[in-house]
């Protein structure tokens, strides 16, 4: 795939908000024709593809599929998050029937990941409007650092500030790989098509998106939002884990705005000698 232009990257501070809460969120991206074609294709179902198979090569019996990664704002942003040419781990059509009467249980998608500085992205893209009855897919903001076991989480039913997708045709949201999430039921009479894919990087990902506002204060205030279901105490463990991966991800060990990682990590090399620390026993020994 050709490098995105740079307007079409992701800002440093989008990227600090990925971060943060796990998820970055573009709304109606894909244009109307594509979202009309999209069900047909979505039914008639997207062919398999090896894991492990670049991106520019695993659609090629999709050409849908291939305009879909292609499209700027898209393509911008799998460069940002993954890089250039990442490989595809699996790829899904996931469909809430109509007045089906059952949710999926709250999960992360895969065992437990102890990656510090680095992620896989799930892009998934909702060709239809999907309305509060249709079952949009329930995610927990700022879940996907803390260390759990795919459906580990299946028996939370409710946490405070999680969010239920509502959303235009066209829409198109970027997870990280460990966010709490699920699909809700159907009400609808409607069905509802949900198409995913699982992306891994091939390169580090330090500084792939646009740079140029690093530095803007609003990074900080990004990286340091909490959010409701969060613990008094082991919620500021999860600021920790995200300007841990922060600093990874830009290359800048020194990025600690309130001293969260700084405060934990420091190792004094310097060491004092037994005179100084004790100079009557010195002299004893030198006499």
Not at 22 to 45: H, I, K, S, Y
Request: net charge negative; proline share 6%; aromatic share 8%.
């Amino acid at each position: 795939m050709p490098h995105p232009h740079r307007k079409n990257l992701l800002t440093s501070v989008q990227m600090a908000h990925f971060v943060a809460t796990g998820a970055f969120r573009m709304d109606a991206v894909v244009p109307d024709e594509m979202n009309q074609q999209a069900l047909d294709v979505l039914q008639a179902g997207i062919p398999g593809v090896p894991y492990g198979t670049p991106l520019s090569e695993a659609f090629a019996d999709s050409e849908f599929v291939q305009r879909l990664v292609q499209l700027p704002e898209i393509a911008g942003a799998i460069h940002s998050l993954v890089g250039p040419e990442p490989t595809v781990d699996h790829h899904a059509v996931h469909i809430r029937k109509a007045n089906e009467g059952e949710a999926q249980n709250l999960h992360g998608d895969a065992i437990i990941d102890v990656r510090e500085d680095a992620f896989d992205v799930q892009l998934m893209y909702y060709p239809q409007e999907v309305t509060l009855e249709m079952g949009g897919t329930l995610s927990v903001p700022g879940s996907h650092l803390r260390r759990t076991n795919e459906s580990d989480t299946g028996r939370y039913q409710n946490l405070a500030g999680q969010t239920r997708l509502t959303c235009p045709a066209g829409t198109v949201v970027f997870l990280h790989h460990g966010i709490w999430h699920g699909g809700r039921k159907n009400d609808s009479a409607i069905d509802r098509y949900m198409f995913k894919i699982r992306f891994n990087p091939t390169v580090r990902q330090v500084r792939l998106w646009d740079l140029e506002d690093l530095y803007d204060e609003q990074v900080a205030a990004e990286l340091k939002q909490t959010f409701p279901w969060y613990e008094n105490a082991t919620g500021r463990l999860e600021i920790y884990n995200r300007v841990k991966l922060w600093q990874a991800l830009t290359g800048d060990d020194t990025f600690d705005p309130d001293y969260w990682v700084t405060r934990v990590s420091n190792r004094p090399q310097r060491v004092i000698s037994q005179r100084s620390l004790n100079p009557h026993a010195a002299k004893k020994v030198t006499a």
